[in-house]
């Protein structure tokens, strides 16, 4: 369990960290969401001891990680953005300097290496200077090393940088296994990605956390997220006579284009249950009428567009300050 | 702190830098001995190591070089900082493993009186304490030089700044004879260096109160003191400046066959001076 408490981190001037409070719970999937230089690798920085805040606390499993750090970093494993390897080592080498800075018991050391070699499918390059190895095989070796001796908490800056598509896919189902066991940590710009394989999102813009729910709910969060297009031939007071009917509109808008068509966008009311669908009942109402639907689409806002929304409210809120 | 010291040492001879520096370092020795002491027959080792110590200012900063300025540039301090292993334990590994390297050429170096003793009269004992000392400057000279790969990310950088910092150290005694002995000299070199820290002073603190009472505090002392007893300021600079000539602690023993016990504790003093600045330094950067 990790708790950051009122975390600050100023460069200068710069306030890169701005007051972040969360907890995380064990056994889930947390994806640091945010545009380039949000914070997020400072976060993730700090969380690991790797820098020190300016103000705040982390605790990790009960150990604060500036007084108690050798007890709270045995619970960490990291993944910082450029995998730390050294390139004049072998693949097995490094991670047996892995396992001993990480002080596993001399014991389980070998276990532990193949392990997580058999893991990151590793086993054919165990031999190799690392310096010769591709990108997605360092980053691999990266993961390795944050994996071994499956501490609780596992931390990860952008884990599929730089891998092509079907390493990728390997790398999030390697994910997704740890997480049976641990907390996993992973930061992205990459919506696809923190959608498909996070529990849970916490969306950080300017250093400050402007979001923070499961992809679901965030999705859900956004005013009149559940909302129909619809064209017709009708016009617009015709569109209204004809939908007097449907029940569950909030609102509608219209919009004419030059051929002579409508386009309207309806909104659901949210009170009604989130997952009511009103396509059948606005396509039986058109029919009614006999008036041909040239459209009908349900529209949803996407994590993007409440991604895109929540960064954005930010900046011109910023903007507006500066004035 | 073992991890890293094993890591370290094996990264030096496999870089080729560890064996460059103790071929380079034995190379140089052996020749300044066949000519000293096989040729001319002169039986003090000691003489011929102190023919060396130039190598050690070219060779030294070699080592250090990449100490921490590479693990910088790589990023690879990411990985020890987040290890659970303390910074001092980190510091201490990697210097250990440099103080290994030496150590190498030094161990050579105890079969050259061996050599000598087997032809003639040798003094094993000057020669072999010699070989001890000449180690321990070697240590001090990786403590500094190790301090000062922790300022940059370059290599080169540290390179230069370490040799340009060891030779001003050899060249020092030479360059103390230029400064003034007279008391009034003394005195205004001495408020200079005062001037000097309390400006750092104020630059870490931006304190200017708490600096200006210091630099005011300290004129007035100087001037009082030169005043009723001017004396005490006679020859003060080249006796304050002149114990940062490490390598006389060296050379007293080689030439005059005198083991200076203060200059010893002065090395040990340097050596864990600069090993606490390295990790001070290190800590710093984590909070700025």
Request: with cysteine; glycine share 6%; charged share 20%.
């Amino acid at each position: 369990m990790i708790e950051v408490k009122n975390l600050v981190k100023k460069y200068g001037t710069h306030l890169a960290v701005d007051h972040l409070d969360f907890q995380l719970e064990p056994g889930r999937i947390y994806g640091f969401l945010g545009p380039n230089g949000a914070g997020k690798s400072t976060t993730m920085n700090i969380m690991t001891g790797y820098l020190g805040a300016t103000e705040g606390q982390v605790v990790i499993d009960g150990h604060d990680i500036l007084k108690e750090p050798e007890e709270a970093k045995k619970h960490i494993g990291y993944l910082p953005e450029l995998p730390p390897l050294y390139m004049d080592m072998t693949v097995s080498e490094y991670l047996e300097f892995a396992a001993e800075l990480k002080e596993l018991p001399r014991k389980e050391r070998e276990d532990s290496v193949q392990k997580v070699m058999d893991i990151t499918r590793l086993n054919d390059v165990q031999f190799r200077l690392i310096k010769n190895l591709s990108k997605g095989y360092r980053q691999r070796v990266g993961l390795a090393q944050a994996i071994l001796g499956f501490p609780d908490i596992i931390i990860l800056d952008e884990p599929t940088v730089g891998l092509d598509p079907k390493q990728i896919i390997e790398i999030r189902e390697l994910i997704r296994d740890m997480a049976k066991e641990h907390t996993v940590i992973l930061s992205s710009h990459i919506l696809a990605e923190v959608r498909e394989v996070c529990d849970y999102i916490m969306i950080i813009s300017k250093g400050k956390l402007v979001a923070s729910d499961t992809p679901e709910n965030l999705e859900h969060l956004m005013a009149g997220q559940n909302s129909l297009e619809i064209e017709t031939k009708a016009k617009p007071e015709d569109v209204r006579r004809i939908l007097k009917e449907v029940s569950g509109i909030e609102r509608m808008e219209f919009d004419r284009t030059k051929d002579a068509t409508t386009y309207a966008k309806i909104e659901v009311k949210s009170g009604s249950g989130r997952e009511q669908d009103l396509r059948e009942a606005v396509f039986l109402a058109f029919a009614e009428a006999g008036c041909p639907l040239l459209m009908l689409k349900a529209s949803r806002a996407s994590l993007e567009e409440v991604f895109m929304e929540l960064t954005q409210a930010e900046e011109v809120a910023a903007d507006a300050g500066d004035l | 702190m073992l991890a890293i010291y094993k890591r370290e040492l094996r990264s030096y001879f496999q870089s080729m830098v560890g064996c460059v520096f103790v071929a380079f370092l034995v190379l140089f020795t052996g020749i300044y001995f066949t000519a000293y002491n096989l040729t001319a027959g002169y039986p003090y080792f000691s003489y011929t190591l102190s023919g060396s110590l130039i190598v050690f200012i070219v060779g030294i900063p070699l080592i250090t070089m990449r100490s921490f300025a590479e693990e910088r540039k790589n990023k690879t301090d990411q990985l020890l900082l987040t290890a659970p292993v303390s910074l001092t334990k980190v510091v201490l590994g990697k210097y250990m493993a440099m103080v290994t390297v030496v150590a190498i050429p030094n161990l050579i170096f105890c079969l050259f009186p061996l050599i000598i003793k087997m032809n003639g009269t040798a003094y094993l004992k000057v020669d072999y304490i010699s070989i001890a000392v000449f180690f321990l400057l070697g240590c001090v000279y990786l403590a500094i030089g190790m301090f000062l790969s922790t300022l940059t990310e370059s290599q080169i950088i540290a390179f230069i700044t370490t040799f340009g910092a060891l030779l001003l150290l050899y060249l020092w005694k030479g360059i103390m004879e230029f400064l003034p002995s007279s008391a009034s000299g003394c005195m205004i070199g001495l408020l200079l260096m005062i001037s000097v820290v309390v400006f750092y002073i104020w630059q870490i603190t931006s304190n200017w109160i708490l600096s200006a009472v210091l630099e005011a505090a300290s004129v007035v002392a100087c001037v009082a003191v030169y005043f009723v007893k001017s004396s005490v300021f006679e020859n003060l600079l080249s006796g304050l400046l002149g114990k940062l000539a490490f390598a006389d602690v060296f050379t007293g023993i080689t030439q005059n066959h005198i083991v200076d016990m203060g200059g010893i504790v002065l090395y040990l003093s340097v050596i864990t001076v600069f090993i606490f600045l390295t990790v001070q330094t290190i800590q710093k950067r984590r909070w700025s």
